[in-house]
Nanobody, 121 residues
Framework: QVQLVESGGGSVQAGGSLRLSCAAS????????MGWYRQAPGKQRELVAS???????DYADSVKGRFTISRDNAKNTVDLQMSSLKPEDTAVYYC???????????????WGQGTQVTVSS
C-alpha cells in the first residue's frame, strides 16, 4: 500500500511564503502525475498544481507566478513552494499521486492526509 506523507504548512501573514512537501512510500509502484490540491471551507477541492513524470507542470490560474511545484522522481517526492501568499490561499492542502502498482498492473489515486495553510491579512 502506497502512502503519501505531507509536511509543511502552517500560518503566515499575507505576502509571506510557505513550502509544502510530500513523500510517497511503499513497494512495487511507479508514479505518473503528482500534484497538490486544496479545499477551503464550504468549497470544492481544486487543483493547485501538478507535475507529470515527464516534467510537465500545470498551475491553477489563481496561483500562477506565485507557486512553484517541483518533483524528484528518484525520491518520489513533490514540493510546493508558495510565495506572495494571500488570505484566499487559506485552505487544507492535499498531496495527490497517480500510482501504478507494478506487481498487479493496476492504477489508483492516492491522497495525503492534508495540511492546513492559513494566511492572515
Amino acid at each position: 500500500q502506497v502512502q503519501l506523507v505531507e509536511s509543511g504548512g502552517g500560518s503566515v501573514q499575507a505576502g509571506g511564503s510557505l513550502r509544502l512537501s510530500c513523500a510517497a512510500s511503499g513497494r512495487n509502484f511507479v508514479i505518473n502525475a503528482m500534484g497538490w490540491y486544496r479545499q477551503a471551507p464550504g468549497k470544492q477541492r481544486e487543483l493547485v498544481a501538478s507535475a507529470s513524470n515527464g516534467g510537465r507542470t500545470d498551475y491553477a490560474d489563481s496561483v500562477k507566478g506565485r507557486f512553484t511545484i517541483s518533483r524528484d522522481n528518484a525520491k518520489n517526492t513533490v514540493d510546493l513552494q508558495m510565495s506572495s501568499l494571500k488570505p484566499e490561499d487559506t485552505a487544507v492542502y492535499y498531496c495527490n499521486a497517480e500510482i501504478v502498482d507494478t506487481a498487479w498492473g493496476t492504477w489508483s489515486d492516492r491522497w495525503g492526509q492534508g495540511t492546513q495553510v492559513t494566511v492572515s491579512s
